[in-house]
């Protein structure tokens, strides 16, 4: 069963760009993992400095694969570095009604 993973992110002034060139990273890196199928990152209307990525994954294990995987740590700790709070991950299953 599919997942939705959405991470929300809040960026330091003036680091929008770094931020973004970054955000690319994560998703080459993540197209080639086992389990991942799409991703979208939106930008909030009210807050500039505030991101949401919404990836879709095949399961839970294949999420915590990557979210643990060496590549993903590496560029994480370079957001951390930008970033006015650490980043929260929330999960998400489908109800099928």
Do not use: C
Request: proline share 2%.
């Amino acid at each position: 069963m599919g997942i939705k993973v959405i991470i929300e992110r809040q960026v330091k002034k003036g680091k929008e760009g770094e931020l973004l060139n970054l955000l690319r990273e994560l998703r080459a890196s993540a197209l080639y993992r086992r389990g991942y199928i799409s991703g979208e990152t939106l930008h909030s209307h009210d807050d500039l400095s505030r991101y949401i990525v919404i990836s879709n994954w095949q399961s839970l294990e294949n999420w915590e694969e990557w979210r643990d995987h060496p590549d993903r740590t590496q560029i994480s700790q370079k957001l951390d570095q930008i970033l006015t709070m650490p980043e929260k991950h929330s999960v998400f299953h489908f109800v099928y009604l």
